[in-house]
Every structure is written in C-alpha cells, then in structure tokens.
C-alpha cells in the first residue's frame, strides 16, 4: 500500500512568490492535514480537510490556503512568500471519518516525506 | 489553552539502555490523546504509540512504553534496549476530542542519540 506522498520534495522560490504544494494521502484516507515545520516554531498545525471541505485551521496568515479535490489529494498554495517561510511542510492522512467521537483521538495520522521550501 | 511540553532538547543514551523522553501536557478538555512520534533525518514522521486519557493502563507497543501520569499531566516515553537507529527526533503530542477532526499539536521534540 502506497504511503502518503507530497511533491515536490524540494523546492526554492524567490520572495514574492507564490508557491503550490501537493499531498496525495493514503487511498481510502479522506482526511488530510498540514504541518509546518521550522527550527524556531517547531511543528504547527496549518488546516485540515475531509472531503473537500476545511475542518480545522491553525494560526496562519491569509497567504496561507488550501484545499481538497474529490479524490482526497489536497494542495496548500503559500501565496507572497517571505523568507521566514522556508520550512519542511509535511502532509498527514487519516483513515477515518472526522467527527465527534472518542475514535478520533486515537486515530494514527499517517504522515509523508514533507516538502523542504527554501526562500530566497 | 493546549500545550506540549518537551523540556529535554537533546538526550544521550548508550546501546541497549533504556531511555525516557519527558512530556508535559495542559488541557483543559477531559477527554484527550497523546502521541509520540520519530522523525529521523529523512523528515518523515513515524507513529510510535497512543494514549487515550480515559486508558487505565500504560500503552506498550514493543520496545516503546508510554509512562502516562494523569494527575501531573505527564506522559513520558520509555524505550528500552536502545538501538543505533532510533537515534532521531522524538515528538511528544496531543489531539483534544473537543477540537474535531485530526488537528494535533506537537511539542518542541527531544533530539536522541544512542551511542555503541
């Protein structure tokens, strides 16, 4: 069974830019969720997902977005990239339906390789 | 507020020792997991274990215990007989049930380096 997979795995953009990352979770997964990653903040929760619609969103400026197509791959666009956006971006999938319930808190996220987006 | 706290930035252990990686949590939601994670240098998260707060026995899964102690907020990570490859960052974390959905919130981590 294919792990969860993000492309591209590296990346450099110049400030300014805007940049599109993708995530292709699990099949059957249709719960998808971003990290950031960097030295100082650690991991940060951006927003999740489940079917096409955003459950959850972290403490993230407006240039920060995504979303989900119908076949559960999910995509986050990092619009006017600044330097202290250089991070490993790592995609998460979960198998189950999201909701209320004690299930979800054990619920094993599933997560992939992460893109490393260098800013320049 | 949620918080993880990981106060141990980096951490030595000889092979085939055993090990602990603290975690401290704040929540006020009563219903709660934890979680630990590897990230070895290649940047994928790995899951280790899972404990539920209402869980009345510590969780086990192979070479990896989890020491939780409810009343002082407290879940720590053992991992006995040590190996060359577990040297990688650990991640102590925590999803609120009242939250929703998957959104997790990870502690700083704890860098581990076994030594032959």
């Known amino acids: 069974k294919a792990g969860v997979t993000q492309t591209p795995r590296y990346l450099i953009k110049t400030r300014g830019q805007q940049v599109t990352l993708s995530c292709s979770p699990i099949?059957?997964?249709?719960?998808v969720s971003w990290y950031q990653q960097t030295p100082g903040q650690g991991l940060q929760f951006l927003f999740e997902y489940f079917s096409e619609t955003q459950r959850n969103k972290g403490n993230f400026p407006g240039r920060f977005s995504g979303r989900q197509f119908s076949n559960s791959r999910s995509e986050m666009n990092v619009s006017t990239l600044e330097l202290g956006d250089s991070a490993l971006y790592l995609c998460?999938?979960?198998?189950?339906?999201?909701?209320?319930?004690?299930?979800?808190?054990?619920?094993?996220?599933?997560f992939g390789q992460g893109t490393r987006l260098t800013v320049v | 507020a949620q918080k993880i706290t990981q106060t141990q930035p980096g951490m030595f252990v000889q092979e085939k020792e055993a090990v602990t990686l603290d975690c401290t949590y704040d929540?006020?939601?009563?219903?709660?997991?934890l979680f630990w994670y590897k990230q070895p240098s290649s940047g994928e998260m790995i899951f280790l274990i899972y404990?539920?707060?209402?869980?009345?026995q510590n969780a086990t899964e192979g070479r990896y215990s989890l020491n939780f102690q409810k009343a002082r907020k407290s879940a720590n990570l053992v991992i006995s007989a040590s190996q060359l490859g577990d040297s990688a960052m650990y991640f102590c974390?925590?999803?609120?049930?009242?939250?929703?959905?998957?959104?997790?919130?990870f502690g700083a981590g704890t860098r581990l380096f076994v030594k032959a």
């Open positions: 404990q539920g707060s209402y869980d009345q």
């Open positions: 974390a925590m999803r609120e049930l009242n939250t929703g959905g998957f959104k997790t919130i």
């Open positions: 998460a999938s979960s198998p189950k339906i999201p909701g209320q319930g004690a299930w979800t808190l054990n619920t094993e996220a599933f």
């Open positions: 099949s059957g997964h249709r719960s």
């Open positions: 929540t006020s939601d009563p219903s709660y997991g």
